[in-house]
Nanobody, 116 residues
């Protein structure tokens, strides 16, 4: 089993930056890909960015050029660097691990609030 713990959320003014971290523990060798999702109040959860075991990345159109996903294999941690934040980026951000067994593991979420 894999356990994910997110951190780094908080309150920031529009135009500011935050870096989210997702630390994985447990059967990390079974992780195929990892991603960041977000859910704003009253909206469905949506993909923000993902990164495969090989390092290939994918981004939602709304964050391209502003957000960067990366991973530190030595620390078993995936990061989401968020720059030029907008009020519409306000949401709970969740980390997800896609296991080789096709099971999905979710973190508990971290709140990001962007004030205008």
């Amino acid at each position: 089993q894999v356990h994910l713990v997110e951190s780094g959320g908080g309150l920031v003014q529009a135009g500011g930056s935050l870096r989210l971290s997702c630390a994985a523990s447990g059967s990390i060798f079974s992780i195929n890909a990892m991603g960041w999702y977000r859910q704003a109040p009253g909206k469905q959860r949506e993909l923000v960015a993902s990164i495969t075991k090989g390092g290939s990345t994918n981004y939602a159109d709304s964050v391209k050029g502003r957000f960067t996903i990366s991973r530190d294999n030595a620390k078993n941690t995936v990061y989401l660097q968020m720059n030029s934040l907008k009020p519409e980026d306000t949401a709970v951000y969740y980390c997800k691990a896609d296991m080789l067994s096709r099971i999905e593991v979710w973190g508990q979420g971290t709140l990001v609030t962007v004030s205008s």
